[in-house]
C-alpha cells in the first residue's frame, strides 16, 4: 500500500506540473500580446459648462466624444471634438493597456476650467475598454510628472484628489478621470504651464480561451481517471 502511494503521488503531481506548464504559456503568450481590442471612445463631459476665471462661466454643458485607437493620442487641434477645447499642452495616449493624460490649467482660479454639476464632475470618460483573451478588474494611478510613479506632481491637492479617487473605475470597460477636482500646482512659468500627468495602469486578470479551458479540463480527466486506476 505504501509503495503504490509514493509512485501515485508523485505521478499527480507530475501530471499537474505539466499541465499548469502548458496553460502558463498559452496565458503567458496572450499577455504579451495584450492589447486593446478596437478603438476606445474618450468623453469630455462638463455638466455644469466652463469658466474662465472662476467668474464669467458659460453654463452650456460640454458633452464631446472622440475616438481613441489603440496606441493612438488625442492632441490639440487634432480636428477631433476633444482636442478642439485642449490647451497646448495637453494630450491624452494610450501605451498598451495603459494610459497617459496630461491636464493644464485653463482657468485663472488654479483649475481646468471644466465645471461639474450636482453630485456629477466634469470629467474624461473612457468606455470600451475591451482586451482580449482578459477581464479588466481594477487600475491604478499617479500623478507624478513624466508619468513616473514617484516624484513631483503638479497637482497641489494631490492627496486630495487620490483619498478622493480623482481616477475611479466606473464597470469592466469604463473609467473617468475627474477634472473639477484638481488644483494646479504654481510652477512659476506662467499659468499655461501648469499641468498635472496622470498615468492609469489597467489591471487585468488572465481569461483563457475556450480551447485551453477545455484542454485544462481534459487534461484533469485524464489525470483523475489515471490515478484511480493506479489505485486499483
Known amino acids: 500500500m505504501f509503495a503504490r502511494s509514493a509512485f501515485t503521488a508523485p505521478g499527480w503531481r507530475t501530471g499537474l506540473t505539466h499541465l499548469a506548464a502548458v496553460l502558463t504559456l498559452s496565458i503567458s503568450s496572450t499577455a504579451y500580446a495584450a492589447n486593446y481590442s478596437g ?4 468623453s469630455l463631459l462638463a455638466p455644469g ?13 460640454l458633452d464631446l466624444p472622440q475616438q481613441l485607437a489603440p496606441n493612438g493620442q488625442i492632441l490639440p487641434g487634432d480636428g477631433g471634438a ?16 495603459s494610459f497617459q493624460v496630461r491636464v493644464a490649467e485653463g482657468a485663472s482660479n488654479g483649475t481646468t476650467g471644466y465645471l461639474g454639476s450636482g453630485s456629477q464632475h466634469a470629467r474624461y470618460q473612457f468606455d470600451g475598454l475591451n482586451i482580449s483573451g482578459f477581464a479588466i478588474t481594477g487600475l ?17 491637492n494631490e492627496a486630495a484628489l487620490i483619498t478622493g479617487q480623482v481616477v475611479k473605475l466606473l464597470s469592466p470597460n469604463s473609467f473617468e478621470v475627474n477634472l473639477d477636482q484638481i488644483k ?37 480527466s485524464v489525470l483523475a481517471l489515471s490515478l484511480r486506476t493506479r489505485q486499483r
Open 140 to 156: 491604478t494611478y499617479s500623478l507624478k510628472d513624466n508619468f513616473l510613479t514617484t516624484g513631483t506632481s503638479g497637482a497641489s
Open 184 to 220: 494646479f500646482r504654481d510652477r512659476g512659468l506662467g499659468e499655461s504651464n501648469n499641468f498635472v500627468d496622470f498615468r492609469i495602469d489597467v489591471v487585468t486578470a488572465a481569461v483563457p480561451e475556450p480551447s485551453t479551458a477545455m484542454l485544462a479540463l481534459l487534461g484533469l
Open 39 to 42: 478603438p476606445l471612445t474618450v
Open 49 to 61: 459648462g466652463i469658466t474662465s476665471d472662476g467668474v464669467n462661466i458659460d453654463p452650456t454643458p
Open 82 to 97: 476633444i482636442g478642439g477645447f485642449m490647451l497646448s499642452a495637453e494630450f491624452i495616449k494610450n501605451i498598451g493597456t
